[in-house]
């Protein structure tokens, strides 16, 4: 932060900086009025209400005459998204001059644009932004042509009887019984350790792994196995630790390592660039830590050994391979065990499908409005 500050005040025009979002932890930075522009990657952390980073970046930055903000997630119909980066750009005074003007509010807190409203609030968009999914439609070239679709392959793996004797116990002890679909993110969590070869029990301040057999644990090891063994490296994405820790065990034969949040950020590039050289053939780690904003275009296969209830993390971690430019078709392997894990996966395929649709309605809107205040652009994109 102080060689920002140092860089801020110096006026180099001939000088770049990059830094990370970390910088505005402390508080907002005053120094930053000096510079002339400013970039932000990766900035869907303005979706975060509240955020400390958020404010200290949306205050620092006012009075920077061009600033360009960039995200690969833009979430469709996310209210504070869209007044967020607005506050960023300073294209509004405040985020409820957006939020109150073309949003808004059901009974239990959910924002969404109002139908009156949605064509006044693209034309206001696509004064200061563009969405863009497929070049094409805005008349661009097709540069996506050549990248290859991935391969889901999606694996229902069968139910041990340890695991159904402890999905009966804890669906009796908490209550749920016959009503097992309206379970909460935690009842929800529990049931997916189980499926993963484990349960996490009180143990004073750390909670003690107990072993649970489970067929899922091995179905990925040797899943991953056959995938090295066809020349492809692989990454092995997971929820819990010691789900990593199960994993890394089984495929002790194999130069495997697992990338945590309890290493140093040292410890954490050293074995991404092991990984990138070749040196290990398995990655193993969570989409929290890795899953946004790498380019691992070497990787050829990935399994989601572990997933919750997040579509956009598991999104952005195929993204980490399947993007601009990959020439392979990623492989990427989805499996589950339909009784502890089905609701989970349910829901991460019915967000997925709303977010197609959602992201397909948002693309017709700007490009409408764009060819309405573009009038050029209009034979192209109408």
Not at 59 to 80: D, F, H, Q, V, W
Not at 151 to 169: A, F, G, K, S, Y
Not at 230 to 246: K, M, N, P, S, V
Request: glycine share 6%; net charge neutral.
């Amino acid at each position: 932060r102080e060689a920002l500050t140092d860089w801020c005040r110096a006026g180099d025009p001939s000088v770049i900086a990059l830094c990370n979002y970390e910088k505005f932890i402390p508080g907002v930075l005053p120094e930053l009025r000096h510079i002339a522009g400013l970039v932000a990657d990766e900035s869907s952390l303005l979706r975060s209400g509240g955020g400390v980073i958020k404010w200290n970046l949306i205050k620092s930055a006012r009075g920077i005459e061009y600033k360009l903000s960039c995200t690969a997630t833009p979430a469709p119909n996310e209210a504070m998204e869209y007044a967020s980066q607005s506050a960023f750009l300073e294209k509004l005074r405040n985020e409820g001059d957006i939020l109150w003007t073309y949003f808004k509010r059901d009974k239990h807190g959910v924002w969404s644009v109002k139908p009156h409203a949605r064509q006044a609030f693209y034309r206001f968009m696509s004064s200061w932004s563009v969405y863009l999914r497929d070049p094409v439609r805005f008349g661009f070239a097709d540069i996506l042509a050549s990248l290859p679709d991935p391969e889901i392959i999606e694996q229902r793996i069968d139910l041990t009887d340890e695991q159904r004797v402890l999905m009966t116990d804890f669906l009796v002890v908490t209550g749920r019984g016959m009503f097992a679909d309206r379970m909460g993110v935690k009842e929800r969590s529990k049931l997916a350790q189980m499926a993963r070869g484990f349960i996490y029990e009180p143990n004073g301040s750390k909670p003690h792994a107990r072993s649970v057999q489970a067929l899922k644990p091995t179905w990925v090891a040797e899943t991953v196995r056959a995938e090295v063994a066809a020349g492809r490296q692989t990454l092995i994405w997971t929820t819990f630790d010691q789900e990593g820790d199960i994993l890394v065990a089984l495929l002790s034969d194999l130069p495997v390592a697992i990338l945590s949040g309890s290493q140093s950020d040292a410890e954490r590039l050293d074995l991404l660039s092991r990984f990138r050289a070749g040196d290990l053939a398995v990655l193993i780690s969570k989409p929290q830590l890795i899953g946004f904003g790498l380019n691992l275009q070497f990787v050829r296969s990935m399994v989601f050994s572990g997933f919750d209830d997040s579509f956009e993390r598991m999104y952005q971690a195929i993204r980490r391979c399947y993007r601009f430019g990959q020439t392979h078709s990623v492989r990427v392997f989805l499996p589950y065990v339909p009784e502890l894990e089905g609701m989970i996966f349910d829901n991460i395929r019915a967000k997925e499908a709303r977010f197609m649709v959602d992201v397909a309605a948002q693309e017709d809107h700007y490009r409408a409005a764009l060819a309405s205040t573009l009038p050029a652009l209009g034979g192209v994109i109408a």
